[in-house]
């Protein structure tokens, strides 16, 4: 396996950061969604290299000055700061995501690493500067700010990045990234860590069609409930200590569903509801019915997860990924990860840039790394499928990411290629 990344890393071109953008831009042609509200001409000379000069600095958290200083004659600060606050928003650099997710999955060699039905969300803490409408002093991670929280695919590729405030439980926000994914990837299943789990949380994810499957701890605190108090269980009774109120899931069975509808059709976000319905009044019916309907089901997943050890590891494989992720994103954000502005909106922005800068880097490691396996493949080296699923998007001993930047965009790579891998059939 060490032979066969090291003959892999070698065959890897050196290339840098600005160098990974153009070439994600060339493909995916996601800049096309930049530009002034109105919808018209951008009226920028050469706007393309400028869009990818403020996804840099923006993504890289290099912010506007310090990236015109390195690109003296290419752009100005002034011209980056105009492009973040006009032709740039939320949305689309959402939409731009969307298109470098679209391009990576043409590929086979992601299909190596998870098929797009999983998705993992965990937090981070994002450092803040002090005294901004968001952030606050986090316990779990005692330092000043807000919390990342991601959803990336089990095929590495990130899916959504937002921001929530520090003392929020993150399973309030666990089920708005998959619903406002408009990707090509459409998982079905959820995993995340002890905080991306309630019993709530449970119950709206089984009546959206959505299977949570958390990796759990201190399972020997966990409430295990029995169907009837008569039920009884010849080695496992210890393990419960409630029963299912079935009566008020049927009672409330059909605003349940309601809700349900409502969040299907956008009229409402499901942390917005689990907030409506768990904040200043817990014995709220309709709160009480999700969370009945949440510990039947999260039950039936101790149950399982308790039995099944291959279950358990795959999980905490898919976890690990999105661990990997938050150190890649910190690579990323080489200058610096204090979020600079005390602006939501901007924060929101700054998360997404770094994401989508995350994107182009593992489109364009896709590329190259097939390009590298087939070769590889040709010169009579061992390549298997075994072999290509230990790799990762999240290579960059080969990217390059100080000194004066440029960008030449007359020099383009060919047209996407996504050609079958040598041991695919």
């Given amino acids: 396996l060490a032979a066969f990344e090291a003959a892999l890393r070698a065959q890897m071109p050196e290339r840098h950061l600005l160098d990974v953008l153009k070439r994600a831009e060339h493909w995916a042609r996601f800049t096309r969604h930049f530009g002034p509200p109105s919808r018209a001409d951008p009226k920028l000379a ?5 869009y990818l000069f403020t996804v840099f600095g923006y993504g890289c958290n290099l912010g506007p000055a310090q990236t015109a200083r390195h690109a003296p004659g290419l752009i100005s600060a002034q011209a980056m700061r105009r492009i973040n606050a006009q032709h740039i928003d939320t949305g689309r650099l959402e939409k731009a995501m969307i298109d470098l997710i679209g391009a990576y999955a043409r590929f086979p060699l992601p299909r190596h690493w998870g098929l797009g039905r999983a998705a993992i969300a965990d937090g981070t803490h994002a450092p803040l500067r002090e005294n901004n409408l968001l952030g606050s002093r ?4 005692g330092g000043y700010g807000a919390i990342a929280y991601h959803h990336i695919a089990d095929s590495y590729v990130a899916l959504f990045t937002t921001v929530i405030p520090c003392g929020v439980w993150e399973a309030v926000h666990i089920l708005d990234g998959l619903l406002n994914n408009a990707s090509c990837m459409q998982p079905d299943t959820l995993h995340a860590d002890t905080q991306g789990q309630s019993a709530p949380v449970f119950g709206l994810s089984r009546l959206l069609g959505i299977q949570l499957m958390p990796r759990m701890r201190g399972l020997g605190d966990a409430v295990f409930h029995r169907p009837d108090r008569s039920v009884h269980y010849h080695h496992i009774d210890a393990l ?3 029963e299912i109120d079935w009566a008020l899931i049927a009672t409330h069975w059909r605003d349940m569903l309601q809700v349900v509808f409502s969040i299907q059709a956008g009229s409402v976000m499901p942390s917005m509801l689990l907030r409506k319905l768990g904040s200043f009044n817990r014995q709220n019916r309709l709160y009480r019915a999700f969370r009945e309907l949440g510990r039947v089901e999260r039950t039936l997943f101790l149950l399982r997860y308790l039995d099944d050890i ?22 990323i954000a080489f200058g610096g990860t204090v979020i600079k502005s005390g602006d939501p909106v901007e924060q929101e922005k700054s998360l997404k840039y770094a994401s989508l800068v995350a994107n182009a880097i593992m489109l364009s490691n896709v590329v190259d790394m097939s390009v590298a396996l087939v070769a590889m493949a040709e010169a009579g080296e061992t390549v298997t499928p075994d072999l290509a699923a230990t790799l990762s998007p999240y290579m960059r001993e080969h990217i390059r990411r100080f000194g004066q930047y440029a960008l030449d965009m007359g020099d383009l790579p060919g047209p996407l290629d996504p050609k079958p891998l040598p041991f695919d059939p």
């Fill in 46 to 50: 050469r706007p393309v290299p400028r």
């Fill in 138 to 141: 986090h316990i779990r991670y």
């Fill in 240 to 242: 419960f200590g409630a």
């Fill in 310 to 331: 291959e279950l358990r590891r795959s999980i905490r494989a898919e976890t690990t990924k999105i661990e990997t992720f938050n150190q890649f994103l910190d690579w």
